[in-house]
């Protein structure tokens, strides 16, 4: 049954039908000009508006092998990368499609076709091996496309894989040991996949047939012995075995008769030769289900904004001259990343909170509430941006900008109880001020019935719902500056006796006090609920704290489980072939990665280092709150 690439071009419709397609063509992303390589601001804006989690797959080899076609099948696009004709090279740098992925929902295929490598026009062997790094760096497969067979001079042309340990550093340290930096590329290199293009011969060795992938490892056995032509004989070879995690390999037929390669672009399924439709369904096939996202150094996702600045790092380092190295990249990659999920997470808590502002003055139980809930989704929205944020300073930092604007809106809350409040007594005492300045009160019996008209009120106030926090206080202060008014019709009553008054004096005192004491339990009932609801608000922080490191740790543990798993296979395939130092070098390295694993994995770090950051996160905001009631309780006991 012939498998074709074109079955492929309805998902891929569908899917750009609901993510309204990324891009109608192709667009350079690195421009390669006399050497010098340059990135092109179009390409990282559209990077930069893809929030979606990007499967890289990259496509390097000599040029005019025919790489360009192969990319446009994956794009499910009969042309797009550009296909030469001639002996001329027709793409120059590094050229990017992003397509909606159409195996994975909510990802994106971003399709990488690179410079053809041994340019004659060119004539620069370290151009072409920054580009080749470039590829690996930035993909999660790396395609290597060549003609005919895999025999050793295929092998010799692909010599950059040899260079890679002088142009790719892991560890910014210039102690770090180059052998035990090679040994670790396995933990971050992508798949690498060898097609062969025009393949004619048959897939049999030793009269037996074999697999393609077969074929390959075949092509990449070493040969014993300790010389200079043997050395240079293994090396590539080595350097392809011990650098990417898997190795796969396709080869095609001829695509169609040597008078119809001229035109391949506009050529039908129909004109195409069934087992090359057949071998590249299958290729696509492979692409679309086995094509890991990419992944950071420690296992963070990469999504298109996070491409497009390993793209910036990596070029500018590149161009001064420097060696790209993936833990700068990675710090420098986190520090941009960890601010704008701050700033975003902060968006969420502030947009959140605008609909309780304007329902303002509420009571201490809504606004914490609302608090929390809004709190709870900051923190949620910066745990899914951020990564290696391993000293929790920008999740600090969050936490406290969050908690200075939720201070703002509790005064905000608190000036608008006030001016409620006030205006309610305003209204409620209209008609009282009426019957102070006509004189009721100033006549014989008037303090009893002074006394009876504002207790009145002062009860209809309490009754009136949604004052907010500062309704005993605003009362308190409101009576308190009537206080010489009540005192002046007591004293004016000509009812009352000397005895009267006294008694109506300390009733007055005792209602005051009794007020008093009905604020500042009011007072401490607010500031206990908010403490209460910081103190959810914290363990709910903890636990999503958990959660992110969890989730990291899981991620390490992948990237850990793969290289081990890589290297134990070549472990048994050097034992299979007799190379036994070979071998317990590679059982080295096993052990020193189970090792890594063992220590990343452990508890130990959440305790040791994660829980006191924790606590002293969770000071801020009951700090901030207790400044808040000593502040207030010493406005009142200045007026």
Known sequence: ?????????????????????????????????????????????????????????????????????LMNRLAGQQSGFALGNTIESKTKGIWMWCVPHPDKEGHTLVLLDTEGLGDVDKGDSKNDGWIFSLAVLLSSTLVYNSRGTIDNNAVENLHYVSELAEQIKIRSTEAADEEEEDSKFVLFFPSFIWVVRDFTLELVIDGKKVTQDEYLEFALQLKKGVNKKISDYNLPRQCIRNYFPSRNCFVFPSPASPENMRRLESLQERDLVADFLEVTGRFCDHIFHRSAVKTLKGGHRVTGILLGHLVEIYVDTISSGKVPCLDNAVVTLANLENQAAVQEALIVYQSGMEAVKNKFPVNVDDISTEHQKFSRLATSEFMKRSFKDEKQEYLIKLVENIDVHYIGLLKENEMASERKCQDLLKNLFSEMNKRLQNGEYSQSGGHELYCRDRDAIVEKYRREPNKGVSAEAVLNEFLNERGAEAN????????????????????????????????????????????QAEKEQQEERMRQME????????????????????KLKEQAEMLNKGFREKADFLDEEIKNLKKEKEEKSSGGFMKEYLMPIVGAVSEILPAMLQYKVMMKGLKTKTK
Do not use: H, W
């Open 1 to 69: 049954m012939i498998i074709s690439p074109f079955s492929k071009q309805e998902e891929l419709e569908r899917a750009s039908m609901s993510n309204a397609r990324l891009m109608s063509s192709p667009i350079c992303l690195v421009e390669n000009v006399n050497g010098s390589l340059r990135v092109c601001k179009d390409a990282i804006e559209l990077l930069s508006r893809i929030k979606e989690p990007v499967v890289v797959v990259s496509v390097v080899g000599l040029y005019r092998t025919g790489k360009s076609y």
């Open 488 to 531: 002046s019709i007591l004293y004016t009553d000509t009812k009352l006796t000397e005895n009267d008054r006294k008694i109506q004096e300390e009733k007055e005192k005792n209602a005051l006090l009794e007020r008093r004491c009905k604020e500042e339990e009011e007072k401490r009932i607010q500031v206990e609920r908010m403490t």
């Open 547 to 566: 959660e992110k490191f969890n989730q990291e740790r899981d991620q390490l543990q992948k990237e850990m489980d793969r290289a081990i798993e890589s």
